[in-house]
């Protein structure tokens, strides 16, 4: 990733004062606590609980706060809980004695076992849109390869192995039968393009071409358009693009980073976060709106499955300890109705609805 510093000079105390009048005026106008989410019980939230300084389980919580239940009790850490399409499983991530591994339990913690043909370090494992595959990178040999693999752990596939670049951050196209991801060259942290290819690795295409870092690539529900996050005019800002990556554009034009966008369900609105904070707008650029305000740290929001509902978490309520805790936080769709769900002793992070209501 690149490593960026906040560099603050006299021409930017305007903006910034500018952004910190304007977000406290919509907080309070629009985002405050006046009206709760309603039926949010029908929801499951999954997250990441931090129960002390090594230990860390998976859990789940209705999305109106009740029946918090921790599906892991392990010795080691627990990371990248994702639910399947169907949410009948959830597919994770544990240390083992080679590393990290990727493992799968039933919606409740029932059954959680190891994919036993994994024998290598895995991170970031995915869905396909299908539930029939999982598409994970790995680290062998100082590369960083794109694998894909049955969810019973058969017929294991290799889908960079030519390419002799470190592969990440994929995801899938909505139909399942192409993936976007980013390669970077070895030993660089600033140069990063995006590429599709088919499911079986093969027709490869790269849609990006900057000496600087182009990354965090998403589909639209409808498959014809990938939101990314490019740092090509200095700074970092929200673009849009093709699926074939013709007609790149810019989103967002802010003064400090713009990153982390996610498509609405529908595909009209985009999550995106600012200086701190979750905004919202549509997808072509348009409507730019703070759902979240200051104080605190807002970010890694999620979509409810129907659109209506955003869950996230923030430090608001940890403001002396911000970088160590934070909690889980449910809105409406415009910000109005935000909750805290989630009252842990250290943090609960990284939360996601469960596709089934």
């Known amino acids: 990733m690149v490593k960026t510093r906040f560099k603050f000079f006299p021409r930017k105390i305007f903006y910034l004062l500018s952004y910190s009048i304007l977000v406290f005026a919509i907080g309070l106008s629009c985002t405050g606590y006046p009206t709760q989410p309603e039926?949010?019980?029908?929801?499951?939230?999954?997250?990441?609980?931090q129960l002390d300084a090594i230990n860390y389980e998976i859990a789940t919580i209705n999305g109106?706060?009740?029946?918090?239940?921790?599906?892991?009790?392990?010795?080691?850490?627990?990371?990248?809980?994702?639910?399947?399409?169907?949410?009948?499983q959830i597919l994770y991530i544990s240390e083992g004695p080679i590393g990290y591994e990727i493992y799968?339990?039933?919606?409740?913690?029932?059954?959680?076992?190891?994919?036993?043909?994994?024998?290598?370090?895995?991170?970031?494992?995915?869905?396909?849109?299908?539930?029939?595959?999982?598409?994970?990178g790995s680290s062998f040999e100082d590369?960083?390869?794109?694998?894909?693999?049955?969810?019973?752990?058969?017929?294991?596939?290799?889908?960079?192995?030519y390419n002799g670049l470190n592969n990440f951050n994929a995801d899938w196209s909505p139909d399942g039968k192409k993936i976007v991801f980013v390669s970077m060259e070895e030993g660089s942290n600033e140069t990063a393009e995006i590429n599709i290819m088919n499911r079986s690795g093969e027709d490869l295409l790269q849609l990006t071409h900057n000496s600087v870092?182009?990354?965090?690539?998403?589909?639209?529900?409808?498959?014809?358009?990938?939101?990314?996050?490019?740092?090509?005019?200095?700074?970092?800002d929200i673009y849009i693009m093709n699926a074939d990556g013709s007609n790149q554009h810019r989103l967002t034009n802010h003064p400090e980073l713009d990153r982390s966008p996610i498509w609405s369900p529908d595909g009209n609105?985009?999550?995106?976060?600012?200086?701190?904070?979750?905004w919202r707008m549509k997808c072509d650029g348009s409507g730019q709106t703070p759902l979240t305000y200051l104080p605190g740290t807002n970010f890694l929001p999620n979509w409810s499955p129907d659109g209506q509902r955003i869950v996230f978490q923030s430090t608001r309520d940890n403001?002396?300890?911000?970088?160590?805790?934070?909690?889980?936080y449910v809105m409406n769709a415009n910000g109005t109705g935000q909750k805290r769900l989630t009252n842990g002793p250290l943090s609960e992070i990284y939360p996601s609805f469960s596709p089934v209501q």
């Not at 965090?216 to 200095?234: A, M």
Request: proline share 7%; hydrophobic share 30%.
């Open 39 to 49: 039926n949010l019980v029908r929801y499951k939230i999954l997250f990441i609980a």
């Open 64 to 88: 109106d706060g009740s029946d918090l239940k921790y599906l892991t009790n392990s010795p080691v850490g627990v990371f990248c809980p994702k639910w399947s399409p169907d949410g009948s």
């Open 104 to 136: 799968i339990m039933n919606y409740d913690g029932s059954n959680p076992h190891r994919l036993n043909t994994l024998e290598i370090f895995c991170y970031d494992p995915l869905w396909s849109p299908d539930g029939t595959k999982i598409v994970f």
């Open 143 to 161: 590369h960083g390869y794109l694998y894909l693999v049955n969810p019973d752990g058969s017929d294991l596939i290799n889908l960079n192995h």
């Open 213 to 236: 870092y182009d990354g965090d690539p998403h589909w639209s529900p409808d498959g014809e358009k990938i939101v990314f996050t490019s740092y090509r005019n200095n700074n970092a």
């Open 269 to 278: 609105y985009i999550l995106f976060e600012y200086y701190s904070q979750i």
């Open 319 to 328: 403001l002396e300890t911000q970088y160590l805790s934070s909690n889980i």
